[in-house]
């Protein structure tokens, strides 16, 4: 075995880091004091690493639309490809919310509780027209400022339509919105590279801070949170793939290992973004024009965990909880508030507090018992974003196999080591978009899922 780490496969590397993380995590719990030297050893350098992903976030999502709009045009009817992708977000919110109402039913994860906390959750009610204004901000710079990526994305398609619409004249910034959006992929891939060192103090940091024990309490909800998610992301999405992609789910989620992985991690679909986007386009084979669109949309919107499964599956716990009884009618309505209510959630750790706010208060349950789940939504939080990234990176499979768009060559050959400098456009060929990389970029040899 090879002793040097760094000449390791990157999901050898990560794996390791995480290993490393539990164990050095369970050492400081076990000696007490874990949170203060949590909060005072390991969140920050976790947090910087987080954050320089994020820093990026802006810029790449918006130069990646404004560019993928102009280039849809080449790979098929712009508005077919957007309601396709619209459409099969909601069909499989709509499935990973009917598995986490089941699996509430099921387990009854708020009966026989005594009072877990005395506190309440400091939510605002989220209405319709905050999600209105998130999506149509009247300050752009300031919505970029503020990350608010869903008017990010908004602005960016209408830029993009009209640098469309102008013709030749237009050309010339497109082009320029394209250098950026390659720059802004190579600073991405700098950061990349650090994933190891900060996949151990982001895991090394909660193993410290909650330990087994903080779990025993809520101990059903964690159970059964992790067990809906588990259904959605071997069963779901791999009957998905297998009836309508046609591709094999085990080749896909050994594709999208990393950025699953790194979603586990990090709690943020928005940091993952930029390691999706190239497990999109130099794994699974989704042509980059499409992939540059429907990635970047789907971390903005596309919320499978956060949005759906967490929220359906807090809902019953609440009702449980409280003694609320629920009818058929208020089920329609958790799953309808659930799916739709996506719009409202951001791509960083927390959306999923909006989307539960959202979800208790169109059935009238109480905002109160939120405070309950507090204590252990860190430890949720990375079960929910890993389905999170994997429903992002299913649908985009999904709608380039039905529009031609899917190269098999690339989903079921070696995957590409994802340390490796990202391909750019003239290097992979704009006539084939695939993002395939020359041969000596990719992995020796494959990567297990």
Known sequence: MNLRVWKWQFWQQIVLSLVLGVAAGALINNFGGGEKTAADWLDPFGDVYVSLLKVVVVPLVFAAIVVSVGRLRNVGSVARLT???LGWFVVTSAIATAIGLTVALLIKPGQGLGKLASESAATDPVTWTQVLHNLFPSNIVKAMADGNVL???????LFGAALVAIGPRGERLTSLIDDLYVVMQKVVWWVVRLTPIGSFFLIGSVVATYGPSSLAPLAKFTGAIYLAVAIMLLVGYPVLLRAFGRVSPLKFLRNSWPAIQFGFVSSSSLATLPIAQRVSIERNGVQREYASFAQPLGATIKFDGCGAIYPAVAAVFVAQYTGVHLGIADYALIALAAVIGQLGTGGTPGPALVALTLT????GLPLQ???YLIAIDKVIDM???ALNV???LTVPVLVARSEGLLDEAVFNGPPKELTSSPSTPDEAGESGGTGEAPARDR?????PA
């Open 383 to 385: 079960a929910r974003t």
């Open 369 to 371: 018992a939120v405070g």
């Open 443 to 447: 992995a020796p040899e494959p990567v």
């Open 83 to 85: 309601a396709k992708t």
């Open 390 to 392: 994997t429903g992002q």
């Open 151 to 157: 008017g990010v994305v908004t602005f960016a398609v």
């Open 360 to 363: 208790l208060t169109t059935v």
